[in-house]
């Protein structure tokens, strides 16, 4: 029987857990990665809880999914991506990954992967906008003195998040009297895996897109649909119990957004309703794993529809 040895430093009583009846300890891990939770510099704010580890790990996943060339911004709640978005201007990037679910971005986590400067202090504060943490690689000064402004924002800075790397380790997930081990999902979508299934292609931007919303729906909880629309999220609906309502919550939630929206789902679509649902909400291509026996049936739909799908033949589910 192979063994598995742990090695951890002396760990650290929290406040509580997920909730104040639970009581919680943070063990410290031997790592090389740069970008460990250790590894951040904490400038201001009140003492980390059980769910901020939680949601920061999150973000730091998903910033190295998005953020490893262009200036990006990543918003979590529960550990989801409630906001995303890539531009060449950073505080274009937060201003549009909170637009994507502001209402689910209050009392978030955000991190950006470009120094936080004072007006980008100033606009991440206006309008009320409320989160409990901030990551990115440096602050300024002046953005500093003003975020002191709020003594509760928890600030953390690591460099590593300018360039955020995606690292090979292994997944533990505790069960009753055992543990469950497999290889963390970090894999990236190569053009040799799509395949476009329909008449109609995907144009050149719409693929760029429909591989950002991929990105985004291979860190949120199975079930995933996730819109997306110029590099950035609009809307999803992640973590229930079938696709089809996911379809529903995530076109409901964007509402008018969702037109010219493609659409990345984490796994196939079983029956055709899902498919349907998106493309009178407004969808205009689809990326999804393939897989089922009716597969043909939504293609079909999708023809009729002159929409564009593609198959990864890869899935991403994330429990």
């Not at 950073?90 to 120094?115: E, T, Y």
């Not at 300024?140 to 300018?162: D, H």
């Not at 679509?269 to 999804?288: N, R, S």
């Amino acid at each position: 029987m192979k063994k598995i040895n742990f090695q951890f430093q002396q760990p650290c009583k929290l406040r509580y857990g997920e909730n104040p009846h639970q009581k919680a300890w943070v063990w410290q891990a031997k790592t090389s990665d740069s970008l460990a939770l250790f590894k951040f510099k904490q400038i201001q704010g009140k003492e980390l809880s059980f769910n901020n580890f939680l949601d920061i790990n999150a973000a730091v996943k998903a910033i190295s999914f998005i953020g490893q060339k262009k200036p990006s911004c990543i918003v979590i709640k529960h550990t989801n991506p409630c906001g995303a978005s890539r531009h060449k201007d950073i505080k274009k990037a937060f201003f549009k990954a909170w637009q994507g679910d502001s209402l689910a971005a209050f009392g978030s986590i955000i991190a950006v992967n470009r120094a936080v400067s004072e007006q980008l202090a100033k606009i991440m504060l206006s309008e009320n906008r409320f989160f409990e943490v901030l990551l990115c690689p440096k602050i300024n000064f002046a953005a500093r003195k003003f975020f002191q402004t709020k003594p509760n924002l928890r600030v953390l800075t690591n460099p590593g998040l300018a360039k955020p790397k995606l690292v090979k380790s292994l997944d533990f997930r505790q069960i009753r009297g055992g543990l469950l081990v497999q290889e963390a999902d970090i894999y990236q979508l190569k053009n040799q895996d799509l395949k476009i299934v329909t008449r109609k292609k995907p144009t050149r931007k719409q693929l760029t897109d429909l591989k950002f919303a991929w990105k985004i729906a291979q860190v949120s909880k199975a079930n995933s649909i996730v819109l997306a629309k110029n590099q950035q999220l609009i809307s999803s609906g992640v973590g229930q119990q079938d696709r089809l309502r996911c379809c529903q919550l995530a076109a409901a939630k964007a509402g008018q957004r969702s037109k010219n929206t493609v659409v990345a789902s984490d796994a196939f679509f079983p029956f055709k309703d899902g498919p349907e649902t998106l493309i009178k909400a407004g969808v205009k291509a689809i990326i999804q794993p393939g897989g089922s026996i009716r597969d043909q049936e939504t293609i079909d739909l999708c023809n009729r529809q002159n929409i564009p799908m593609v198959f990864t033949g890869i899935r991403c589910f994330y429990h």
